[in-house]
């Protein structure tokens, strides 16, 4: 009887702890999502080398949301409004008081490479004001009305030409970044003033532009995360503190006022720095919150313009945390989110830089979740996928006209045994990532190794 035993499970008859992977490539459920954006893009030393954008047109990286750009103040020159209009008492009318020269570089090489800015209006954020220091940049402008005729002018030199400008696709603009980030104004490093005065702002300037540009999408406003939110499926919140609970209390306060006035808000966008799972019941809070002020999916895009997890500095570089954004890569595809921005895709030191080495200019194993993913982009079309896992493996799928693509991930220290069922489909390529591989190709596994994500590539039958 042993030996029977044995026998079957050396054939694969007896596999109750295999995880089961069901994909009905003939049930489309919409569209493989743009949830494969990523942050400021990356920049090579001082002299702004724009020689790598090159990797986010490889793997397909729709965006790059300019928030943070270069560095300390933008570098103080790039893409933050006191880089672009230096002087706030000058004319906003006049074409010479405005300094486009280097973000103009930046955006026709970020067109060049087919990847879309996302504009963050406003400045790039100042965490030393968590020592106390005072800011620079941070404090609200001076006169919303004047702020926001200078923002119309940034819009029109990108979009419309104005003042020499360019005409590229510049389709989301987000007012500010972070205006939520601390409860005590004095160690905010996004908004020096309270909540209520951001609501003032967003009141005066989302209608003047929507009013301006019909066409393009307003909102904001890049909130902090929702960390204490409990939504219904009262899911424990994991990292209350009354901190996260200013995040969720301002997230209420925001969407009352812009509903109670019918101000404008095409997309609302917001972070988590948590792991994929905290995550992604973040995104689902958020949703629903969203729903519950009558800003359903089909009036307001849901987009998710910070995400990175796993966020220490012996993680970069490192299958953990490569796998970790596969999953959640995977689990955005598959949630309430329309849009999705890594933070980010610099190449630098800090522990914010998952994509690119700074000493090789090379990219690190977490990069090819991104390219990995481009797999289900270039088919278009994403099928439904059944998993009896349900926590630590990850999958999606979707299908071209001449095949399908499929990716999976394991956000866990175990390795998965894996029970397939592909409708007939043959697999004819796979690529596997984990602690001792790269972006391998190698035959279809039986498991899924921890820390791990593939893409398989699988023929009509």
Request: net charge neutral; with cysteine.
């Amino acid at each position: 009887m042993k030996r029977n035993i044995w026998m079957m499970l050396a054939a694969g008859v007896l596999c109750a702890t295999a995880a089961e992977v069901k994909v009905d490539f003939d049930k489309v459920v919409g569209p493989v999502k743009r949830v494969n954006g990523a942050g400021q893009p990356p920049l090579i030393g001082q002299l702004r080398n724009y020689t790598m954008l090159h990797y986010l047109k490889d793997a397909g990286i729709p965006y790059s949301r300019l928030h943070d750009v270069g560095g300390w103040l933008g570098t103080g020159l790039y893409v933050d409004i006191p880089n672009l209009f230096p002087d706030f008492d000058a004319d906003e009318n006049d074409p010479k008081n405005y300094r486009f020269a280097y973000t103009d570089s930046l955006l026709q090489a970020l067109d060049k490479n087919g990847v879309e800015p996302f504009f963050r209006l406003g400045v790039t954020i100042e965490n030393f004001a968590a020592w106390g220091l005072p800011p620079v940049r941070t404090m609200p402008p001076k006169d919303f009305a004047k702020w926001e005729r200078i923002c119309e002018h940034v819009i029109r030199h990108y979009t419309e030409g104005w003042a020499d400008g360019m005409k590229i696709k510049i389709t989301y603009w987000e007012i500010w970044n972070e205006p939520d980030s601390n409860p005590d104004i004095e160690r905010s490093p996004m908004w020096r003033a309270p909540f209520s005065e951001y609501i003032r702002m967003y009141g005066t300037v989302a209608p003047y532009l929507k009013a301006k540009f019909p066409h393009l999408k307003i909102g904001g406003y890049g909130a902090c995360g929702f960390y204490a939110g409990v939504g219904s499926d009262h899911v424990p919140a994991a990292n209350s503190s009354p901190r996260t609970m200013h995040f969720v209390e301002c997230f209420h306060k925001f969407l009352a006022a812009v509903r109670d006035n019918g101000w404008p808000l095409d997309f609302f966008s917001y972070h988590s720095y948590s792991v994929p799972a905290e995550a992604m019941r973040q995104v689902r809070f958020a949703d629903e919150v969203l729903c519950s002020y009558g800003f359903t999916a089909d009036r307001c895009e849901r987009i998710f313009n910070e995400w990175l997890p796993y966020v220490k500095h012996e993680n970069l570089g490192s299958a953990i945390q490569a796998a970790g954004i596969a999953a959640e890569l995977i689990g955005l595809q598959n949630g309430p989110c329309d849009v999705a921005c890594i933070y980010d895709a610099r190449c630098g030191v800090g522990n914010y830089s998952p994509l690119f080495n700074p000493l090789t200019f090379k990219p690190h194993k977490a990069y090819y979740a991104f390219t990995a993913f481009n797999e289900l982009r270039k088919r278009g079309s994403a099928v439904a996928v059944r998993t009896a896992d349900g926590k630590d493996l990850w999958a999606t799928a979707a299908k071209g006209e001449k095949d399908a693509a499929l990716m999976l991930a394991n956000d866990s220290d175990k390795a998965i045994p894996l029970s397939c069922d592909f409708q007939g489909r043959v697999v004819t390529a796979c690529r596997i990532t984990d602690k001792d591989r790269t972006d391998a190709a190698v035959p279809f596994p039986s498991e899924l190794p921890p820390r791990s994500f593939l893409v398989a590539i699988l023929a009509q039958p």
